[in-house]
């Protein structure tokens, strides 16, 4: 019965029109029997026949018009009331205009006028009546077959959002699930419903609420409730085992049907305690629009963030620029499908590639620099410091040399909070480059032929990047656990990606050159805290269907980042969100340069350890923590 019900076929068009035409005519019946049983008389005109052949085909002529008989009966909407009763006054109106012109040119009248304006009412009435039933017959139905199978769902908010959503519930096919309640944060509205459905204030805990409506899914879907309300019904939705959900706010109010395809559970990302980032997008797209931007490391994870926010901007050209050729090519199958006036040029090359990258930067002379290329990963780096030094390093010399040779505006370099008191090698050669930038942005400060602006941004984690602890955690819940965490104590800062490049943006934006932007990362995240919740949002049990492993810290790592180190101070921004790290150097910047050089030059002739060694040199802060080259630090 069940699968009869899901798979029941629509009515053909003419069918539904057959069905319109009997009403019509039945419609034509009720009305000459009550205009019989009253003292009016019919006008002899025309034969009852007659006067119902000219009403049948009028009104068959606007149901063609207004394609009333196109709708599916079950799903009748608004719309579709509104095309009936556009075709039954049509109807009458054309009747009536047919009445007068016979009455004027002929002397007579075919129709009594109170008879065809009860028709009008009677045959609209009935033809809506037909598509409610049906609707109601069919809802029924649908109720009785699933009534086990829904998932019943309490909605948190009032407001309009709120209500296009429960419209959405109740019209989805298949269904998935029964709404059976709201709930507001304000006690005025305890005493009224909406779609005959009650709303429960939020005075009680949530799992009270639910369990009293016999509910174990709640949809967040006001947008306005406040952080620390939001991430108190998530730690008791997610203790108790409810089952979280959220949904975008709706844009398009004529396409509600679809916002029922977007529910999705809750996201780590989305439990992130930070208000919402306000760009200044005068300020960026000032130095944007109409520009020729190149992004290096544009496949990645945040070069195609900053690639897709650019684009926002209206660049007159972006090149990308990327070594991994399957990850390019898909960044510009997506572009293919948002650039409008502005080109996009790829590039599969090395940064380390010095002439490769000249070609480019003669060729397009690109007015804003945005370099995200780097190796990244702390365990590989430290088994491998030249590829540290010939890629983070020298890579980003390359392109900082080729912005100040061919004069860009601004060169922006993506770092990493793993820079600051470095403890492995992949921090420490980010802390060079940023150095290297410095030195660079010096020479600019102290140059009257040169002007541009050599900026560093400096963040911590970001949640979803390549190789990141969210996709690894995702990976091994799905392959049934264990999650493996190198330590119970360790600590992370995390913003997502779209934050974390817009911050860049804005940064690149407001920048006089010389700068380290550092970015307001929020309060810092106990990783096996995040574990336990990434657990229950899967639907799991931490330690029970899930377990949690501590393998150790790897070579390199500490437990906690910092964003500045020992002897920083900041400095605030017109921007909340983004300050300046004010550094204090021991050495000269054209000392810090020629050194940098030097050890460019030379790394491909010396040993890890050699490497390594002068890295330290370069970066007195830098100690290894939990490596091999811990000796080198006594």
């Not at 009403?23 to 009305?31: D, E, K, M, Q, R």
């Not at 009550?34 to 000219?54: E, G, H, P």
């Not at 407001?159 to 059976?180: C, M, S, T, W």
């Not at 030249?386 to 040399?401: E, H, L, S």
């Amino acid at each position: 019965m069940k699968n009869k019900i899901i798979h029941l076929g629509y009515l053909p068009r003419w069918v539904i029109f057959s069905i319109d035409i009997a009403i019509v005519l039945f419609a034509n019946l009720v009305t000459y029997l009550i205009v019989s049983n009253l003292t009016f008389k019919y006008y002899d005109t025309a034969s009852v026949f007659q006067r119902t052949l000219i009403i049948v085909l009028t009104q068959v002529f606007f149901f063609f018009s207004f394609k009333t008989y196109a709708g599916i009966i079950r799903h009748s909407t608004l719309n579709d009331g509104f095309n009936l009763f556009k075709a039954t006054f049509s109807t009458f109106l054309a009747l009536a205009v047919l009445n007068y012109s016979h009455y004027y040119f002929i002397g007579t009248k075919i129709f009594l006028m109170p008879a065809l304006l009860l028709m009008f009412f009677i045959s609209f009435i009935f033809l809506l009546s037909f598509r409610i039933a049906v609707k109601i017959i069919y809802q029924i139905y649908i109720e009785a077959s699933h009534a086990s199978g829904y998932q019943r769902v309490v909605i948190y908010g009032t407001d309009n959002h709120a209500i296009a959503l429960a419209n959405a519930l109740k019209a989805e096919q298949p269904r998935r699930y029964k709404l059976v309640g709201f709930i507001d944060k304000y006690k005025n509205n305890v005493t009224k419903t909406i779609l005959d459905l009650p709303i429960v204030s939020h005075d009680t805990s949530i799992v009270k609420i639910l369990a009293e409506l016999n509910a174990d899914n709640l949809i967040i879907a006001d947008k306005n409730i406040p952080s620390k309300l939001q991430l108190l019904i998530i730690d008791q939705c997610l203790e108790n085992d409810i089952k979280l959900l959220t949904v975008p706010v709706v844009t398009d109010w004529n396409n509600q049907r679809q916002l029922t395809k977007s529910i999705k559970t809750f996201e780590i990302q989305d439990l992130l305690d930070r208000k919402p980032i306000v760009l200044n997008t005068d300020l960026i797209s000032k130095q944007i629009q109409n520009k020729i931007v190149l992004i290096t490391g544009a496949a990645g994870s945040i070069g195609s963030e900053i690639v897709n926010q650019v684009i926002e901007f209206n660049p007159q050209k972006i090149i990308v620029v990327d070594q991994a050729e399957t990850p390019l090519h898909q960044l510009c199958l997506d572009l293919e499908k948002k650039m409008n006036k502005s080109t996009f040029i790829p590039y599969v090359a090395d940064v380390r590639d010095e002439k490769v990258m000249e070609q480019i930067f003669e060729l397009y002379q690109p007015h804003v620099v945005y370099h995200a290329a780097a190796y990244k990963h702390v365990p590989l780096m430290e088994s491998n410091p030249y590829q540290a030094i010939y890629t983070n390093v020298f890579g980003t010399k390359v392109i900082a040399d080729l912005a100040l040779k061919y004069k860009s505006d601004s060169f922006v370099m993506v770092s990493t909070d793993k820079a600051v008191n470095p403890s492995n090698i992949m921090g420490a050669s980010k802390r060079i480059a940023e150095q290297y930038v410095q030195a660079l942005a010096f020479e600019v400060e102290n140059s009257a032929i040169y002007n541009t602006k050599f900026i560093t941004t400096r963040f911590g984690n970001v949640l979803g990047s390549n190789g990141s602890v969210v996709p690894l955690f995702t990976k091994q819940i799905e392959a049934g656990g264990p999650i493996t965490i190198t330590h119970p104590d360790i600590i992370r800062y995390f913003m997502t990606i779209p934050e974390a490049c817009q911050l860049v943006l804005e940064a690149g934006s407001m920048g006089n050159g010389g700068e380290i932007y550092i970015f307001d990362m929020g309060k810092p995240v106990k990783i096996i805290d995040l574990a336990h919740k990434m657990i229950r949002l899967a639907g799991f049990v931490p330690e029970k269907d899930i377990q949690v492993a501590i393998v150790g810290l790897r070579p390199g790592e500490k437990l906690f980042e910092e964003l500045l180190n020992d002897s920083s101070k900041t400095q605030p921004t017109h921007h909340e969100k983004i300050m300046i790290a004010k550094e204090e150097s021991t050495q000269e910047f054209k000392e810090i340069k020629i050194a940098i050089n030097r050890l460019v030059q030379e790394a491909s002739g010396l040993t890890t350890l050699e490497i390594v060694k002068q890295m330290k040199v370069l970066v007195p802060e830098f100690k290894s923590n939990n490596s091999e080259f811990t000796d080198l630090d006594s």
